[in-house]
């Protein structure tokens, strides 16, 4: 029963060997209840074609007597094989009619929820019923109707997410203009250098936005070759220090003794390292440490990135690669990135043939992003 709902080839084959046998079926009840009578009344007229015209010799008489007796049941039987061929069509039709549509309905279903979905309406679904091959394709189906209405709804997050991302430097410029213009602000150097600092944070986050979807697009170029893991280390070490040490942060790195060397991209994984190094920065307090590891594994090299900053609750963990995703919500731009960097990281990172994670112990107990890179 398992294997006859799992496989439309079989309630195929089934329904049209039930329309045959209905149809025999048919066949044989209304032959069996109609030919007697037939038969009956054609011997019933025969008998009195006999008496009312006489018996004519015994020879020839006998024989028109047999030819008429086989005509006239040649002629009942086919009445009665008329009428069970038409009530064998009747009833054939209407049971090829009930089992077509239990195929053709589900495929019907489909192409309606299909046009709703092309309107627009993405939470249309097909009703599951079995596990056949119609089935599965609803089921797939409704898969991708989710992941359809899943994009739609991240494309109308992220106009509403780069609305309010580019409102809070606009504001602020545009505040410090109009406070100049009425008198309220005084042209000094302190408010031009406010507004250049909006300007440039603004700028910042068309630029992040501009790579963001190149990298999703894929339409970046790749110089993969083997990279010496520690010179990618001392380079961006090099280039973060500053930051560090103004922020009073202890910024440690552990290597192995052997060299490793790793298949990327030098520019596109110092941007990954420099992405989550500012963002580690940027949630760890004055006074707190970040410490760089790198680890040879079997057919990788793991890149950790340890801080001993605010940390990430659980609940929010999986959605901390998604674009412009906050886990403090009322965190200001100010105090946050352009909330694209830890994106750009993953998908640079997949596209080099590596994965990216974060882990964290909870809030106030620091995380860690790891990721890895296949060796050279």
Do not use: C
């Amino acid at each position: 029963m398992s294997y006859f709902r799992s496989h439309l080839s079989v309630k195929l084959f089934v329904s049209y060997l039930l329309v045959i046998l209905i149809g025999m079926s048919a066949i044989w009840i209304t032959t069996r209840f109609t030919t007697p009578s037939a038969y009956a009344r054609h011997l019933q007229f025969m008998e009195e074609q006999m008496l009312g015209g006489g018996m004519m010799g015994p020879g020839h008489g006998r024989r028109g007597v047999l030819a008429d007796f086989y005509r006239n049941y040649q002629t009942s039987f086919n009445e009665s094989l008329f009428i069970a061929f038409v009530m064998a069509s009747a009833v054939g039709l209407v049971a090829s009619y009930a089992l077509s549509q239990s195929i053709i309905a589900p495929v019907q279903r489909m192409k309606n929820a299909s046009r709703r979905i092309a309107e627009g309406h993405y939470d249309e679904r097909v009703p599951l019923h079995g596990a056949d091959e119609l089935s599965q394709l609803a089921a797939s189906f409704n898969q991708m109707a989710s992941q359809l209405e899943q994009v739609e709804a991240m494309r109308r997050r992220l106009i509403g997410d780069v609305a309010h991302e580019l409102r809070t430097p606009l504001t602020a410029i545009k505040g410090s203009a109009e406070g100049l213009m009425d008198g309220v602000l005084p042209a000094a150097r302190e408010t031009y250098q406010q507004i250049h600092i909006e300007a440039e944070r603004l700028n910042r986050l068309i630029n992040d936005l501009q790579e963001l979807s190149r990298v999703e697009s894929k339409a970046i170029e790749l110089d993969i070759r083997p990279v010496d893991v520690s010179r990618l280390i001392q380079t961006v070490t090099k280039r973060m220090q500053f930051q560090f040490d103004e922020k009073r942060i202890t910024l440690t790195r552990s290597l192995p003794r052997d060299p490793i060397l790793v298949l990327a991209d030098e520019d596109r994984t110092l941007q990954v390292l420099t992405n989550l190094l500012g963002n580690a920065l940027q949630y760890t307090p004055e006074g707190g440490n970040v410490t760089m590891t790198v680890e040879r594994e079997k057919h990788t090299a793991k890149f950790t990135i340890r801080d001993t900053g605010v940390g990430i609750p659980a609940e929010h963990l999986a959605h901390i690669f998604d674009r412009f995703y906050r886990v403090d919500k009322s965190r200001s731009r100010a105090h946050g990135g352009s909330g694209v960097g830890l994106t750009i990281a993953k998908h640079l990172v997949e596209a080099q043939g590596g994965k990216i994670r974060a882990e964290s112990a909870g809030e106030n107990k620091g995380s860690a992003f790891v990721f890895t890179l296949p060796l050279g």
